[in-house]
């Protein structure tokens, strides 16, 4: 069973407007959720992470918002550009840091900025 | 800060041999994870140390999988009588272990082909 789960495999997206990246988690006891960015041939690069005391944490450009009681946390890339083309990650753990579980990660969403 | 290394970045072998990967973290991270990632697939945790002691195995995928991480500095990954089914993207991730934020830094992967 799949604990993330990233419901659009792909997203295309206009340069410059807003890009919105969803995850859904089943697992109540993840307390602790990152995202990450991966192009081709590279490994996972961190993004952004929130806790579970916190409904909203921003770093520049994007902005990540969870809400616990639909566990569900969703990435927000304002303004999308072209170098943000790439596959991204939700991931989750029960322990800051990931701990003797590591990451649970979704399958990841493409997301594809069109000039 | 050099990141965290893999090495090689490329493996191919025929079905039956052993293979080694290496993984050399930040440098003062004390956590280390292993993943692997098939394609379509986000990253899967296989296996944890803290330090140098193994604190999480039971998730490497068979007994033909294992891993030591001496004195607690750099990683091996070893698959014995490597199958097709291996095949796939090796992930080594590093940490330090705080109280606060932790984030899991990866590196570049080692790409496994098991002709």
């Known amino acids: 069973d799949q604990q993330v789960k990233q419901n659009s495999p792909s997203l295309s997206v206009q340069e410059g407007r807003i890009s919105i990246l969803n995850c859904d988690y089943t697992?109540?006891?993840?307390?602790?959720f990152l995202w990450y960015k991966k192009y081709p041939a590279e490994g996972p690069t961190f993004l952004i992470s929130?806790?579970?005391?916190?409904d909203k944490n921003e770093d520049g450009r994007f902005t990540v918002f969870l809400n616990k009681s639909a566990k569900h946390l969703s990435l927000h890339i304002v303004p999308s550009q072209p170098g943000d083309s790439a596959v991204y990650f939700c991931?989750?753990?029960?322990?800051?840091?990931?701990?003797?579980?590591?990451?649970?990660f979704g399958k990841g969403t493409h997301l594809i900025i069109q000039p | 800060d050099t990141g965290v290394s893999q090495n090689p970045r490329h493996k191919i072998t025929k079905r039956g041999q052993n293979v080694t990967f290496r993984c050399d973290p930040i440098?003062?991270?004390?956590?280390l994870y292993w993943y692997r990632q098939t394609l379509g697939q986000g990253p899967e945790f296989l296996t944890y140390?803290?330090?140098?002691?193994?604190?999480?195995k039971s998730r490497l995928l068979s007994d033909r999988f294992s891993a030591e991480r001496p004195k607690g500095s750099f990683s091996t990954l070893e698959i014995q009588r490597t199958e097709q089914g291996d095949s796939a993207m090796y992930l080594c991730?590093?940490?330090?272990?705080?109280?606060?934020?932790?984030?899991?830094?990866f590196g570049p992967g080692t790409r496994l082909l098991v002709l």
């Open positions: 991730a590093s940490s330090l272990e705080t109280s606060v934020e932790e984030t899991q830094y």
């Open positions: 697992n109540s006891m993840f307390d602790y």
């Open positions: 929130i806790s579970s005391i916190k």
């Open positions: 991931a989750a753990s029960a322990e800051v840091g990931g701990g003797a579980d590591g990451l649970t």
């Open positions: 440098s003062e991270h004390n956590r």
């Open positions: 140390f803290q330090n140098e002691a193994q604190l999480e």
